[in-house]
């Protein structure tokens, strides 16, 4: 009991804290499950994934109200069952379409439900951080549970950022399942992530700069095929999606910093993504044409230059509602 009692008061403690800062380590520049164990779990073949039914109100990456529903999913629940009727429209992608710094409704999935006919559901599937390695392993297991009928699909910014020390997303290597299910529960306790922490931060090093990115361009390529070839095996009908950047001059001193970094590898992994549309005939929303001149769909500027505002979210998923409307003619009404 002294022991037991010794404990929970040590767990008060820690919990009365606010979240330790990121002890960022050696694996990957963006790790999430390292970074905010509170909210990620740790994943062997995804790295990472939101921890079901959460509801966030401070100490997340960014500010702001978030919740999950059992999934692990920004979303309401969603409805495995084909039976109710309904067509589904899975949003596969990173921070952009998950709604990164604006309210869960006026993220794009969301938008795009209220914009849809009600004979279709929309879900958002977005996990931040994913790269094209990630989305089309999670893709996978999404075919096989939700039997959609569309998929849109929204990578880039995160497939061209730096690896951690030149280690590549298919070069990863995770602990074993009872290493990561151990882990997983600890991380609910404050105690043990303020542990974590300092441990990290005394026998971890900074990662190495690399000019390899997370998904090397070929790879970049390679996965949006598969993600493109197993919607058409499992008969769904793929929609190719490219978020805005903002004007590169709309960053001031930063400008010439990032050009290297993330302008030029952004224009190829586009072209990559425009090149895929037009070899196997697959609708692309370009975001990034649509509103390529629209300052006022970016508020943090210079800082993120990766996640426009609420009011980008609304052109995108009119510009999507457009799309699938324009391809399916007979089943959505305009």
Same mark, same amino acid.
């Given at each position: 009991?002294?022991?037991?009692l010794?404990?929970a008061?040590?767990?008060?403690f820690?919990?009365?804290?606010?979240?330790?800062?990121?002890?960022?380590?050696y694996r990957?520049?963006y790790?999430?499950?390292?970074?905010?164990p509170?909210?990620y &779990?740790?994943?062997g073949?995804?790295?990472?994934?939101?921890?079901p039914n959460?509801?966030?109100?401070?100490?997340?990456?960014? =500010?702001?109200?978030?919740r #999950?529903?059992?999934?692990g999913?920004?979303?309401? +629940?969603?409805v495995?069952?084909?039976s109710?009727g309904?067509?589904?429209?899975?949003c596969l992608?990173n =921070?952009?379409?998950?709604?990164?710094?604006v309210a869960?409704e006026?993220?794009?999935p969301?938008? !795009?439900? $209220?914009?849809? =006919?009600s004979?279709?559901? /929309?879900?958002?599937?977005?996990q #931040?951080?994913?790269t094209?390695f990630q989305?089309?392993? &999670?893709l996978g297991?999404?075919?096989?549970?939700y039997?959609p009928?569309i998929v849109?699909i929204?990578?880039i910014? $995160?497939? &061209?950022?730096?690896?951690?020390?030149?280690i590549?997303?298919s070069?990863?290597?995770?602990p074993?399942p009872?290493?990561l299910?151990?882990?997983?529960?600890l991380?609910?306790?404050?105690?043990?992530?303020?542990?974590r922490f300092?441990?990290l931060?005394?026998?971890?090093?900074?990662?190495?700069?690399? +000019?390899?990115p997370? /998904?090397?361009?070929?790879e970049?390529?390679t996965?949006? &095929?598969e993600?493109?070839?197993?919607c058409?095996?499992h008969q769904?009908?793929?929609? !190719?999606?490219? @978020? @805005?950047?903002?004007?590169q001059e709309? !960053?001031g001193v930063?400008?010439?910093r990032?050009?290297k970094?993330?302008y030029?590898?952004f224009?190829?992994?586009?072209?990559a993504?425009k090149?895929?549309?037009a070899?196997?005939?697959?609708t !692309?929303?370009?975001a990034d044409?649509?509103?390529?001149g629209?300052?006022?769909?970016?508020e943090?500027l210079p800082?993120?230059?990766?996640?426009?505002?609420?009011?980008?979210h609304k052109?995108?998923?009119?510009?999507?509602?457009?799309a699938?409307?324009e =391809?399916?003619?007979?089943s959505i009404?305009?």
């Open positions: 009991m002294s022991v037991f010794a404990l008061a040590i767990e008060l820690f919990r009365l804290l606010s979240e330790p800062p990121r002890a960022q380590g990957l520049i790790n999430p499950e390292l970074d905010f509170k909210f &779990l740790k994943d073949k995804l790295f990472w994934r939101l921890r959460l509801q966030i109100k401070s100490g997340f990456v960014v =500010s702001g109200e978030y #999950t529903n059992s999934e999913f920004r979303d309401q +629940e969603f495995e069952n084909r109710v309904k067509k589904k429209i899975l992608g =921070s952009v379409t998950f709604g990164w710094g869960e006026k993220a794009y969301q938008v !795009l439900q $209220n914009l849809i =006919s004979e279709y559901e /929309v879900y958002n599937c977005a #931040t951080g994913y094209t989305g089309k392993l &999670l297991e999404l075919l096989q549970k039997h009928d849109t929204a990578y910014w $995160n497939d &061209l950022l730096p690896a951690a020390n030149g590549a997303d070069k990863q290597k995770m074993p009872s290493i299910s151990v882990q997983n529960f991380a609910r306790f404050a105690a043990y992530r303020w542990g300092f441990f931060k005394i026998s971890s090093k900074t990662p190495a700069a690399s +000019e390899m997370r /998904v090397p361009l070929v970049y390529r996965n949006l &095929l993600i493109l070839d197993n058409r095996a769904v009908q793929p929609v !190719l999606v490219l @978020p @805005p950047a903002p004007k709309w !960053l930063q400008a010439k990032y050009q970094l993330f030029e590898p224009r190829q992994y586009a072209a993504v090149e895929l549309s070899i196997r005939q697959i !692309l929303v370009n044409s649509a509103l390529a629209e300052l006022s769909i970016w943090n800082e993120d230059f990766v996640h426009p505002a609420a009011v980008a052109k995108i998923a009119e510009l999507i509602f457009a699938l409307t =391809s399916n003619t007979s009404p305009k």
